[in-house]
Each structure stands twice: as C-alpha cells, then as structure tokens.
C-alpha cells in the first residue's frame, strides 16, 4: 500500500490514502441502510473482501447490534457524530472490543452516507476485566521438581518430621511445623477434618499403601487439592506412616478447563477434525461433519479422502506431507459433499504430539470459503470523504517534518480535542510547536526512538504525555512512519495520534486493586460475589455491572433480593446447605429485568470465618446460541434444498449415471430420470459437435471445461471434470450446472439501461446547445426593443425563467415526451393560478418542441400580465387545444387562446418584440400557423402545428376547469 501511494497516486488523495492506511484503527463508510462501502482495513480475522457489501452489524456481537444501530440512527437523524462501544465477532468467535464513532457525510444538506471509525479497546476492556477477574493470584507454590514429604505417629497422627518441599508447599517454617496437626493443613470440613485423617493413617497402618485425594490448606488459609499417599514404614527403628503429598491443584483446573474446550469445540461453528498419522478420522466435531453432508457418528474411523475427489487428493497428500515435515499448513482445499459437491475450505492443520514430543496425529480446523470467493467489489473513495473521515478521527493525524520541533504540514481537527490547541495555532508552529507539547522528560526519548526507526525504514510506536493548552498532562499513543521519495531521501513523518489517558490510569488502578482482589475465589467465572449467608460482603465489578449496580451500591444487599421469584427457594437451597454442584437460575438486575445465569458455590475463609463465594455467569447468550445453531441447521438443510443447480455424472460412454440438483425442475425433470440415457439420446442429436456434448468428450481427455448454453428456456454455467478412479484413470466426468437465467436477464437489462442513458445524455447535450442558442437569439432580440436597462432585465428575466421551469420540467421526465396541460401549468405565475381554465385530451408534446410552445404560452402570459385580462379582478383566460391529422397524414394540434373579461380592445395593438416572437416560434419550430385577433372582448387566438413523433393524443379526456391557485 505505501508502494502505491507513492507510484500510482499523487497529490491530495495520496497524502490522504497513504495517512489513512497508517492508522491503527478501523475506518468505514456506510449507506443508509448500514452496508459497508468502503474500510481502510478488516477487522480481526476477516478479510476486507468479506466486509465489503456486508453490514456493519453482521460483525457486531448480537447484544450490541441495537446499540450500535441506534448510535448510527442518532447519527442519521440528528446529523451529529455519536459514539459506541460492541464486541466484534468474526467467523472464529470473538474479535475483541471497539469504540465506535459515527458520523454523517453530508452532500447538499442531507445525510449521505455514514463515515464509522473503530477503535480497538479489546486492551482496555481486558484491564478492567483483571479488575473483576474471578479468581485471586496464587502464589506459585510448587517448583515442580518434588512432593512434600510427612512423617506421622502411627497412635496419634503427629506430625513427627517433613522435608522442604513441605514448606514451600504449605508456606510454613520449620518451627511453626512443630506445633501443627493434620487438621491445621486440611479445610476442615467433612471428610477432610482431623478426625478423617486418623482414619486414613490407621487404614494404612493396617492395610499398607493407601492413596486418596484430600482438601489441604496453606498457611495463608488457600485451600487446594493434593494426592495422598500413604504407607507403613520402618523410619528410626519404629513404625511410623510415610506420607507422600501431591499437589494436583492444577490437575484439576485442567480437568475442568478440559471439559469446557470440549464443549467449546463440540459447540464451534468452525469445523474440527482429529486423525491419526495415517489419516484415519479420530475425531470431528458437529461443524465440520455437517459441513460435508454427515454426522459425526458416521464419520468415526473413516480416512480424509472421503472427503475429497480423485482429481482433489495429489494435493491434499502434498499438504499432509507438508505437516509431517514442517509441522503445520494453512492454506485453501478444495473438499467434497457426501453429495459429490465440491467446495473451497480454508484449512489450518498442524501436528499433535504426546508428551515426549512424539507426533501422534493431527488436528485440521476447516471453513467453508465459497462466499469469499464469490465476494468483491471495487472500492470507490472521493478527497471529499477522506477529509470527512480525517475531521472524524477520535485522535489527531498529522504530517509533520522531522527536525527537533516537529514542525506540522498538516493535523487534523481532532488536535482540538487531543491537545486544546486549533490546527492553525499548529500548522507550521504558528502559535506552539509539537515538540512544545510534549513533556520535557519524554522529549528526548521521543527524538532517538524516532530517529532509530528511520534510519531501520521501519514504523515507529510511541508512549509518552503530552501538556495541552489547559496545562493539564495526558498519556498519548503514536504510530507513523517516514515517508521517502524516489531518491530515498526523506520527506516528512505522517501518523497519527490517540488520547490513552484512561487506558493508562486504568491500568494504575489495576496495580493499585490487585491485594483487595486476591481475597476472591479463584474459580474462573465472570461476576464474583462473597457473601455471609446470603448478605452480600464483596464483589468484583463483573459482578456489580452484569446486575447494573456499581460495587459500593451492592455491598450489604441480600442475594435473595437479586434472586427472581421463580428460582428463590432454589437459590435459598443452595446458600444453606453449603451444596457446591453449580445449577442455573433466573436473576433479576437493578432495573428490574433478569437473565438467566450459572451458578458455582463454595466455602471460604474470609476475614477470620467461613463464608461462601459465588461465581455467576450470564448464560443467556449460550442458550440463545444453542437456539440459533438449530435455527441455522434447518436453514442450511432448506437452502441445499433450493439451491438452483443439477450436478450429473457420466461413463466413459457419456451415458448418465447420476442426476441431482433442484434445478431439474426447471428442466422437468426428476432426480436420476435420465440415469441410463446417453447424452446423444437426451439431446436427441448425433452431432458430436454440440458444445454440451463436446465438454464432456474434452472432459474425458482430461480437461476441466467450462461452458453457457441455454436448455429449456432457462441459461446454465456449467463446469465439466473429469472422473478418476483410486489408480487416477478417467472412469467418465462430472459436472455442475447453475442456472445462471435471471443473471442473464439482469445483465441484458443492465445493458439496455446503459444504452439508453448514453442516448439520453446525447440528448441532453443537444438541448443544451439548443437553449443555448435560443437564449442568446432572446437576448438580441429583447435588447433591440428597448433602451431601458431596468426594461430589458425584467423581460429577459421573465423569458430565462421561462425557459428554464420548461427545462426543469423536461429533465424531471427524463427528456421523454411531456403533457401539455403540465407544460402550461409550469408557466403560470402566482397571480394567474385561479384565473386560466385549461381543458383539452391527454396530449403529450414531444420534447424537440415543448421548449418553443413554452415560449410561446410564456409571451402569452407576459401580454396578459402587461395589456390583457390581468388588469382587471374579472379577468380571465381560457386554453382548449384538441389533436388534428394534417393533409399529409402528420398527427397535429390546434390551441386555442380566449381571454375575457379584462379591458375593452379599442382597436388591434401593434405588433411588438412578444408578437414576433410568437409568430416566429410557431412558423419555424413548430411548422405551423398562428391567428391573432382583438375583438372588443379580449385576445383571441388560435394556433394550429404539427407534432413530431408518434401521435400525440390518448384515450380520455384530462380534467378541464380552472387552474388551482398556488400555495404556500
């Protein structure tokens, strides 16, 4: 991309797309309709080409779509930046945490489109999850090389001797060990009390080597898990009890953790496969066998070429090589249904070893990519939106030299916001300069981290704090990097920089918590709440936010009271009988709503007594997931179903063995009808020639053909391959036919539309030069009727408007034809409307001639105005036309012009620049006659000419009677 910007673009937009591919953040143009348009880059772990033409929300975690859809309506509606925060998910699960800023683009006084600019707060978020991390740091206990060791009397118990991994086991000194028992190191409770533990050495002591599993505490009071063993032995002359203690802490969690991955596999919507070094299937999940059109039962011990083609397997054996020797591979597959339809994966495949570093299999994820494939659109950006997104940015860019003020080319306007400072007062250090900004201790840290990444080519990042025009101090972050010229010389720096102020003091309040945190239990669960038989002591703030409380609001509250009513005499069960197997229940929030979470308790020690920690997890989104799993199943199962394509195969004697696809329903046929009919005979032909019949000869040679033919009234793509068998010989071919019909159609009406906007344009361009003429015509002719400046304005004003309402008109109907009665409503001025009655069929003047019949009805208009019925109240004027054929068979029209009403006709006026114009536009543009005639009464005139085109007239008459005043 730098490449690019500095070979194939020039001037501003390169400046501008270059500074925008160095961001660090996510920039995007919306529609109104929330489709992605145009991003600088993909969010994690997807790629642009996907994004492109999806919606912003597709990426957004489900219970943040409606926040993030009400902050762009809010953008939308009020044109005004608005600002969010939603998880990302991609196509493996969660992409992290952004801050979204959303603001309008606005073109001619309305919201275009929407610019959204992403910022990646995943950090952040994870800072203030250690906040409410649900389990405290144990100290590290074990060095892994040793067990403790206790030596105990037989009668009583007594600890008699240990060795030192004792005490880095159990954080004891030698002389504090002297005056311990066995319940001093166990929880005790049954069965791990001091009593209990006299049992198991009396067992030993009767029955030999006894190993169980016991509930020990340290010093601190942490209570663990250890693997006892003990046996009689002769130590010192005497009969004693060997006791070999194992901390199988870990263990455990591992056991646990290992059933959650389970799960988290089992459930994945990525396919999972697991085999032996020979390619025999030892494991796969529901995804991927789904993914190939089987369940996972049917799969267990079948080998990896069930799921490819003969033609598929060279290189599938290739990338198993490939992980044998290297260890790993990702790249795309070709895979086969169970249905014989062939598909494009994603796959990653890597060793699995033992834990002497053997390799014993492999584990393979899978994604189905035929919608990557398919997907791409060109990305089209204008300097307009670049300096849209720039003046958005919740940071500053810049381009500044590299000289030791940092002297700035340009920043954008989020240097008011970051720094306080305007970009004029920054701008080639009009007022301050940068360096002035930045603290003196960092000042020169910044200058040799700079200068080193230059002279490496390479981009740099910074951490340091800036002052701002308000002298308060801020923590700030920079990437940029230098820009070179042909010559490799150095021009400027370009980057960018973002306010991290908060992340910075978040993570000093995560230093400064971590003793207060440490008390909580250390089970791995999201909300954590210590509490003293259901009254509540402490919790992290997981906890407090998932029930919408902050911490100090929760303090003291009973957890019976957040406990919804269905579920209270559960959740009361629980907390009395110290029961510690997790169960579900419904909870309620502060405002009132409730979720439906999972619930582990256990016992603890707490500031000197025994209380009891609760670790909860919203499980709401899992069980919705679940819904939405078998919800996504039957849609996968339909969309199969309908999807519009026949796949076939034939023999070497090109006679069908196979035919499926739902698209033989267009063809009339039924799946495997023509199963036994060669080619020849359903194409009813003997031409070897025909193109179907050609592809699969080809085919049979060994070529992969494709080819468009129409069959049936419908248009089919197909794709032809040949058929191998194990040994790699051609045993006939297969193909795929999509019925691409109503791509067609769609094509050829895309065709047809770009054809006649291509005449319309030519149109277009004709009528202008036409206007253009006969404006400067009008002009001449209005400035030789009068001297008087004042005069000519208002004619030529009233004939430019004239011309322009019938320009206006035309162009609203696309240059096509348009009805006489809205050409002279177009016309008429305020104090006319009320006063004309129009009457006359449904005539369409073609649009060569509505411009001269405009002017005319306009000088028509003007003498009403100036001389006619518009000086009097009662003066009115009446325009019935009706459609005539002339001797040589032209479709014509005749318009009569009658006013009343107005003041007496003395005698005929005398012809002006208006009569001429009349007269001259009805003779040579619109080939016909005009009478004008005085009587008394009023003007009465009559024109009659001939209509290009095809005839003017329809069927029905349009609505007679006076024109409506206009309002407003």
Same mark, same amino acid.
């Given at each position: 991309m730098g490449e690019t910007c500095q070979t194939q673009e020039g001037g501003f937009a390169r400046d501008w797309r270059c500074l925008l591919q160095s961001l660090p953040d996510h920039v995007a143009v919306i529609d109104l309709e929330g489709d992605i348009q145009l991003i600088n880059r993909p969010f994690p772990g997807v790629t642009a080409e996907k994004m492109l033409g999806s919606k912003l929300c597709d990426w957004v975690a489900p219970e943040h779509r409606q926040e993030v859809r009400a902050a762009a309506a809010g953008a939308r509606r009020e044109a005004r930046t608005t600002v969010c925060e939603a998880g990302l998910m991609s196509s493996r699960g969660s992409a992290g945490w952004y801050s979204f800023r959303i603001a309008p683009i606005v073109t001619e006084d309305s919201v275009a489109s929407l610019v959204v600019v992403g910022v990646d707060i995943t950090d952040r978020k994870q800072t203030e999850a250690a906040l409410r991390a649900s389990e405290a740091n144990y100290r590290a206990i074990l060095d892994g090389a040793a067990d403790a060791i206790f030596v105990h009397e037989i009668e009583t118990g007594r600890i008699l001797d240990v060795n030192a991994k004792m005490f880095e086991m159990f954080g004891y000194t030698a002389e504090e060990v002297q005056k311990l028992d066995v319940g001093d190191l166990s929880s005790g409770e049954t069965p791990y009390t001091q009593e209990d533990a006299a049992?198991?050495?009396?067992?030993?002591?009767?029955?030999?080597?006894?190993?169980?599993?016991?509930?020990?505490?340290?010093? &601190?009071?942490?209570?663990?898990?250890?693997?006892?063993?003990?046996?009689?032995?002769?130590?010192? %002359?005497?009969?004693?009890?060997?006791?070999?203690?194992?901390?199988?802490?870990?263990?455990?969690?591992?056991?646990?953790?290992?059933?959650?991955?389970? @799960?988290? =596999?089992? $459930?994945?919507?990525?396919? =999972?496969? =697991?085999s032996d070094l020979s390619g025999n299937l030892l494991f796969v999940n529901r995804a991927f066998a789904e993914m190939h059109g089987y369940s996972p039962q049917e799969l267990a011990g079948k080998h990896l070429s069930v799921f490819h083609s003969t033609d598929q397997l060279p290189k599938v054996n290739a990338t198993i090589q490939q992980v044998m020797e290297v260890g790993g591979f990702t790249g795309e597959i070709w895979h086969v249904r169970r249905d014989g339809d062939a598909f494009p994966t994603l796959m990653s495949n890597s060793l699995l070893f033992d834990e002497a570093g053997e390799a014993r299999g492999m584990v393979g994820t899978c994604r189905d990519i035929t919608s990557d494939k398919r997907a791409g659109e060109a990305l089209r950006? @204008?300097?307009?939106? !670049?300096?849209?997104?720039?003046? &958005?940015? +919740?940071?500053?860019?810049?381009?500044?030299? &590299? #000289?030791?003020?940092? /002297?700035?080319?340009?920043?954008?306007?989020?240097?008011?916001?970051?720094? %306080?400072?305007?970009?004029?007062?920054?701008?080639?250090?009009? $007022?301050?300069?940068?360096?002035?900004?930045?603290? +003196?201790?960092?000042?020169?840290?910044?200058?040799?981290? =700079?200068?080193?990444?230059?002279?490496?080519?390479?981009?740099?990042?910074?951490?340091?704090?800036?002052? /701002?025009a308000s002298g308060e101090v801020r923590w700030v972050w920079e990437q940029g990097q230098g820009v070179f010229g042909e010559d490799e010389q150095l021009i400027a720096l370009e980057g960018f920089i973002s306010d991290i102020t908060d992340r910075q003091r978040a993570?000093?309040?995560?230093?400064?918590?971590?003793?207060?945190?440490?008390?909580?239990?250390?089970?791995?669960?999201? %909300?954590?709440?210590?509490? #003293?038989? %259901? /009254?509540?002591?402490?919790?992290?703030?997981?906890?407090?936010?998932?029930?919408?409380?902050? +911490?100090?609001?929760?303090?003291?509250? @009973?957890?019976?009271?957040?406990?919804?009513?269905?579920?209270?005499?559960?959740?009361?069960?629980?907390?009395?009988?110290?029961?510690?197997? +997790?169960?579900?229940?419904?909870?309620?929030?502060?405002?009132?709503?409730?979720?439906?979470?999972?619930?582990f308790g256990q016992a603890i020690p707490y500031e000197g007594r025994v209380v009891r920690v609760a670790a909860v997890r919203d499980i709401t989104e899992r069980k919705g997931a679940e819904e939405a799993t078998r919800d996504r199943e039957a849609r996968l199962r339909l969309m199969l179903e309908q999807m519009p394509a026949v796949v076939w195969v034939v023999d070497t004697e090109l006679r069908f063995t196979s035919s499926q696809g739902s698209a033989l329903k267009g063809l009339r046929l039924e799946p495997d009808e023509v199963t036994g009919r060669t080619l020849f005979e359903y194409c009813q032909t003997d031409d070897?020639? !025909?193109?179907?019949?050609?592809?699969?000869?080809?085919?049979?040679?060994?070529?992969?053909?494709?080819?468009?033919?129409?069959?049936?009234?419908?248009?089919?793509?197909?794709?032809?391959e040949p058929l191998r068998d194990s040994a790699g010989d051609i045993i006939g071919c297969v193909g795929v036919a999509l019925d691409v019909t109503e791509r067609k159609r769609a094509e050829e009406e895309i065709l047809a539309r770009a054809r006649a906007e291509r005449l319309l344009l030519r149109e277009l361009d004709h009528r202008v030069r036409n206007n253009l003429a006969a404006l400067e015509s009008l002009t001449n002719l209005t400035a030789g009727s009068t001297d008087d400046v004042k005069e000519f304005a208002e004619s030529m004003g009233a004939r430019v408007r004239a011309m322009a309402a019938v320009h206006g008109l035309l162009s609203t109907n696309r240059w096509q034809p348009v009805r006489l009665r809205s050409l002279i409503e177009a016309l008429l001025t305020p104090d006319a409307r009320g006063r004309i009655e129009l009457a006359g069929p449904a005539v369409e003047v073609p649009a060569a001639q509505a411009q001269a019949l405009g002017m005319v009805i306009n000088e028509l208009m003007i003498n009403c105005h100036k001389h006619g019925v518009h000086l009097t109240p009662d003066g009115r004027v009446k325009v019935g036309w009706s459609a005539v054929t002339s001797d040589d068979g032209e479709p014509g029209l005749t318009l009569d012009w009658q006013e009343s009403g107005g003041p007496v006709i003395e005698s005929e006026p005398e012809a002006g620049v208006g009569t001429a114009l009349i007269v001259g536009l009805v003779k040579s543009e619109l080939r016909g006659r005009a009478e004008l005639t005085f009587p008394r009464e009023g003007a009465n005139h009559r024109f009659q000419f001939v209509l290009s085109g095809d005839p003017p007239w329809r069927s029905g008459e349009e609505p007679g009677g006076p024109t409506p005043p206009e309002s407003g």
């Open positions: 049992h198991w050495i009396k067992e030993a002591a009767a029955g030999g080597t006894t190993v169980f599993e016991w509930r020990a505490r340290h010093k &601190n009071g942490r209570l663990f898990w250890v693997e006892v063993n003990l046996r009689q032995c002769v130590i010192g %002359g005497r009969d004693r009890i060997l006791a070999v203690v194992r901390d199988i802490d870990e263990r455990k969690k591992a056991e646990e953790r290992l059933r959650l991955l389970s @799960s988290a =596999v089992e $459930q994945s919507s990525e396919g =999972v496969a =697991v950006e @204008s300097e307009r939106r !670049l300096a849209t997104l720039m003046g &958005n940015l +919740p940071g500053m860019a810049y381009r500044c030299r &590299n #000289d030791p003020d940092w /002297t700035m080319e340009f920043v954008s306007d989020g240097c008011i916001e970051l720094t %306080g400072y305007e970009v004029a007062d920054l701008v080639k250090s009009e $007022q301050v300069s940068y360096a002035e900004l930045i603290h +003196p201790d960092d000042r020169q840290m910044i200058w040799d981290l =700079v200068q080193e990444a230059l002279a490496m080519r390479a981009p740099f990042q910074l951490i340091y704090r800036i002052r /701002t993570e000093r309040a995560l230093k400064e918590s971590e003793e207060r945190f440490r008390r909580l239990s250390g089970a791995a669960y999201e %909300g954590i709440f210590i509490h #003293d038989r %259901g /009254t509540v002591l402490d919790v992290n703030e997981r906890a407090a936010r998932m029930f919408g409380y902050e +911490p100090h609001e929760i303090i003291g509250v @009973s957890v019976f009271d957040l406990t919804a009513p269905e579920s209270l005499e559960l959740v009361k069960a629980k907390v009395m009988s110290g029961d510690e197997e +997790p169960y579900e229940a419904v909870v309620l929030r502060k405002d009132g709503s409730h979720f439906l979470a999972e619930i070897g020639d !025909l193109p179907i019949i050609a592809a699969h000869r080809r085919a049979l040679k060994g070529e992969s053909v494709e080819y468009e033919m129409p069959w049936e009234g419908r248009v089919f793509a197909s794709h032809v």
